[in-house]
């Protein structure tokens, strides 16, 4: 059994930054290929990065590209989401997730998922 628990949300103006944290119990981290979605208000989850495995590529949605980076810390069984420049569009409870198959752009290929953290980004 996988847990994760995500942190690191809050409340930021426009332009300002934020780190999220996903913390993994349970199996092999490090073997994991790990991902981040998010949900907004009234919209579907969708997919924001990911960070294949054994130092693999990661991959960003194009509305975040240049201002999100993923990355993972093995010896610590957590996932980040370093989050720059924000806009008030970014605002969406984020969720960390283990990829299981299929399409990373999914949330059908993860099969465990955090609890959410919310994003506020305020003009």
């Known amino acids: 059994q996988v847990q994760l628990v995500e942190s690191g949300g809050g409340s930021v103006q426009a332009g300002g930054s934020l780190r999220l944290s996903c913390a993994a119990s349970?199996?092999?981290?490090?073997?994991?290929?790990m991902g981040w979605f998010r949900q907004g208000p009234g919209k579907e989850r969708e997919f924001v990065a990911v960070?294949?495995?054994?130092?693999?590529?990661?991959y960003y949605a194009d509305s975040v590209k240049g201002r999100f980076t993923i990355a993972r810390d093995n010896a610590k069984n957590t996932v980040y989401l370093q989050m720059n420049s924000l806009k008030p569009e970014d605002t969406a409870v984020y969720y960390c997730a283990r990829f299981q198959g299929g399409s990373y752009y999914r949330s059908s290929g993860y099969d465990y998922w955090g609890q959410g953290t919310q994003v506020t980004v305020s003009s």
């Open positions: 960070s294949i495995w054994g130092g693999g590529n990661s």
């Open positions: 349970g199996g092999t981290f490090s073997r994991y290929t």
